[in-house]
Nanobody, 115 residues
């Protein structure tokens, strides 16, 4: 059974940090293009960061230098380290894994940044 389970969200003050985790089951994350997306109330879901099967990473301009995506193959888990958080980063963060026609989503984890 394919599943992605996010964790690590919560409430943090501006300038603080959080680390999100995305634990996968039913498929091997190192064979997939993995990514973090976010969706704020009333806005479209947007790409935050991605990591390819080869380990290349890419980031949205609005998080460059603040967020880091990584993958631990032994744990079949993808992480998003978020530093210097801003109120504009408040959103539900979703993990995604794609390969061919496979497109897997997690249920999301809420991140709230207070000013």
């Amino acid at each position: 059974q394919v599943q992605l389970v996010e964790s690590g969200g919560g409430l943090v003050q501006a300038g603080g940090s959080l680390r999100l985790s995305c634990a996968a089951s039913g498929f091997i994350v190192s064979l997939y293009a993995m990514a973090w997306y976010r969706q704020a109330p009333g806005k479209q879901r947007e790409l935050v960061a991605g990591i390819s099967s080869g380990g290349s990473t890419n980031y949205a301009d609005f998080v460059k230098g603040r967020f880091t995506i990584s993958r631990v193959n032994a744990k079949n888990t993808v992480y998003l380290e978020m530093n210097s958080l801003e109120p504009a980063d408040t959103a539900v963060y979703y993990c995604n894994g794609r390969r061919g026609i496979a497109n897997n989503w997690g249920q999301g984890t809420q991140v709230t940044v207070s000013s």
